[in-house]
């Protein structure tokens, strides 16, 4: 007789390790010394000079500033990305390399293959993908929502003169680069991770283990 797979159990350690052991912010930047805490948010203020392209662009026609802020803001999205890369790899080199990973997603999938040991079944692993797979509703709702705003709000301008529709756009541009900042460096200050969070990054682990038993 083949012994019960317990699946809602294996499910329930999945959730919780999702929960309480995938925080960016406590595996890798806790781990970051003062001066590297400093480099990784040393990007993000020049992404804030478009803004300022924007607001040239407008109200004195120029396409210099406009274009080269634009490249900077380019450059220090890449640079921030960059810098990320390299750090994490140091922690990861520092702090976990011990066991054999090379990377954050290996450390994790070592961890929930551990976690879960006889219950790591590939029909356990359908299950799972299908509880744990990503609902799009929320966002696209945000998404839809975000971009009705927008709409509204440049038609209530267009009856405005010319220059308070510019202030429209020059506000709406400094709000993408207000949350693009916010969504880079999140990860740095926030380990809570909400359901559906929660549920996504139960579903990459998922994922990962069932691509890895395919190999």
């Known amino acids: 007789m083949e012994p019960t797979t317990e699946t ?60 080269t802020f634009g490249f900077v803001m380019l450059l220090g999205m890449w640079a921030f990305f960059k810098i990320k890369s390299v750090l994490e790899k140091k922690v990861i080199e520092t702090y976990y390399s011990a066991s054999g990973c090379k990377n954050l997603a290996e450390y994790h999938l070592q961890n929930i293959t551990q976690l879960l040991g006889e219950q790591n079944t590939p029909e356990n692993r359908a299950l799972w993908k299908t509880q744990f797979k990503p609902k799009a509703g929320l966002t696209l709702f945000f998404t839809i929502g975000l971009m009705f705003v927008f709409m509204f709000s440049q038609n209530l301008f267009k009856q405005q003169p010319e220059s308070y529709l510019s202030v429209f756009y020059i506000a709406w541009f400094a709000f993408f680069i207000v949350f693009m900042s916010f969504a ?9 991770k909400s359901k559906k969070a929660a549920n996504n990054e139960a579903f990459k682990l998922i994922y990962e283990l069932d691509k890895k038993a395919g190999k």
């Open 8 to 67: 809602n159990s294996g499910a329930d350690l999945i959730l919780e390790y999702a929960y309480e052991k995938t925080s960016w912010q406590a595996l890798i930047f806790s781990k970051f010394t003062r001066q590297q805490k400093i480099l990784f948010f040393l990007p993000i203020p020049f992404l804030y000079l478009s803004i300022y392209g924007v607001y040239d662009l407008f109200y004195n026609n120029s396409w210099v500033l406009f274009l």
């Open 184 to 192: 880079f460096i999140k990860p740095a200050f926030i380990g809570f």
